[in-house]
């Protein structure tokens, strides 16, 4: 489904929401996730985003690596890359690092891509709110 070199077993995901699945709200993770089925809501996921081509998502995703092969309706930033396959469709604005775009995929929005300074700015305020949470966890 992916190609060569992504991973496409069930062990190599952390959450998979199937093909017959339906999820309204925002999801959060710190693993991959595997996304076949619907979703309305917002993905913030630290590790990887899988969007199979039978998947449609109705929200901003924001992720390190993500592999598109379905619909996305919403903003998209990757700190890492952003995969676009040729069975994609994604709709609204994108923020990445690096970008791949397969011939057939279709993309309407803008694109910023990244410097190597902005991409380890996002990382230092992304661990800068993690141990801020931390803190305040272990103070109550």
């Given at each position: 489904?992916?190609?060569?070199?992504?991973?496409?077993?069930?062990?190599?995901?952390?959450?998979?929401?199937?093909?017959?699945?339906?999820?309204?709200?925002?999801?959060?993770?710190?693993?991959?996730?595997?996304?076949?089925?619907?979703?309305?809501?917002?993905?913030?996921?630290?590790?990887?985003?899988?969007?199979?081509?039978?998947?449609?998502?109705?929200?901003?995703?924001?992720?390190?690596?993500?592999?598109?092969?379905?619909?996305v309706?919403?903003?998209?930033?990757?700190?890492g890359?952003?995969?676009?396959?040729?069975?994609?469709?994604l709709?609204?604005?994108?923020?990445?690092?690096?970008?791949?775009t397969?011939?057939?995929?279709?993309?309407?929005?803008n694109?910023?891509?990244?410097?190597?300074?902005?991409?380890?700015?996002?990382?230092?305020?992304?661990?800068?709110?993690?141990?801020?949470g931390?803190k305040?966890?272990?103070?109550?």
């Amino acid at each position: 489904m992916f190609g060569k070199g992504n991973p496409g077993n069930a062990e190599s995901f952390d959450t998979i929401i199937g093909i017959n699945s339906k999820f309204e709200g925002n999801i959060e993770t710190k693993g991959t996730i595997r996304i076949d089925g619907k979703v309305f809501g917002n993905l913030k996921i630290d590790g990887d985003v899988y969007v199979g081509k039978d998947a449609t998502i109705t929200g901003n995703i924001n992720a390190n690596n993500i592999f598109i092969s379905g619909r996305v309706e919403g903003n998209v930033e990757s700190k890492g890359i952003l995969k676009i396959q040729s069975s994609a469709k994604l709709y609204g604005d994108i923020t990445v690092f690096s970008i791949v775009t397969e011939e057939g995929s279709e993309f309407e929005g803008n694109c910023k891509m990244l410097s190597a300074t902005q991409k380890e700015n996002l990382s230092a305020k992304d661990n800068l709110k993690k141990n801020k949470g931390n803190k305040a966890s272990v103070a109550e």
